[in-house]
């Protein structure tokens, strides 16, 4: 018992993950950790499909890594030039969400198997999983095309932004 007491430290404050932590002198005084967990343990849970998220994970690990780790240091300072200038009222709420998504829309590009305009949904990451795990040149391809156009979309935002800001 003495692990689930760590979790109550106020400085830590985190869900124990046995309900007899609150039967304890330093779970008595924490009825709201008590209420919360109470609360978790009655939400019931999220259906997760096992077998699909295998058939497209490795698809989705590959393009966020391509559009935005590999891209981070062209996405983060257009991110905060729009946050700062939402938080600074120079933009309208309707400015913010437009440029939001022109960040995060889906990116365009062309697949290495059919030489066809597609863009990143489930159903293409379902499709591509594979080829990317077994074939090099299809996820060379697929890396520098996902990292390239999340560049040049995070560039467009930021030409964007100056527009609404007039500069």
């Known amino acids: 018992m003495g692990g689930q ?3 109550l430290d106020p400085n830590i404050n985190r869900l124990p993950i046995n309900p007899k932590v609150f039967e304890t002198p330093e779970g ?4 709201d950790l008590k209420k919360a967990l109470e609360e978790v343990q009655y939400a019931g849970g999220i259906e997760f499909n096992e077998t699909l998220s295998t058939l497209w994970v490795t698809a989705v690990m590959y393009y966020f890594k391509a ?3 590999d891209a981070h240091d062209d996405l ?3 991110w905060a030039q ?11 709420q ?3 969400n437009k440029l939001v998504d022109a960040l995060t829309a889906p990116i ?3 697949d290495p198997l059919t030489n066809a305009k597609t863009t990143f949904t489930l159903d293409y990451a379902v499709k591509i999983s594979k080829h990317l795990a077994q074939d090099p040149s299809v996820f060379q391809n697929l890396m520098n095309q ?4 999340a560049r040049a979309r995070y560039l467009s935002a930021q030409q964007l932004l100056r527009q609404m800001l007039g500069s």
């Open 5 to 7: 007491l760590v979790w």
């Open 28 to 31: 008595a005084k924490r009825p």
């Open 67 to 69: 559009t935005l780790v």
């Open 76 to 78: 983060q300072p257009v």
């Open 82 to 92: 729009i946050a700062k200038a939402h938080l600074e009222k120079k933009i309208t």
């Open 94 to 96: 309707e400015q913010f």
């Open 108 to 110: 365009t590009f062309t």
């Open 146 to 149: 996902w990292r390239e156009a």
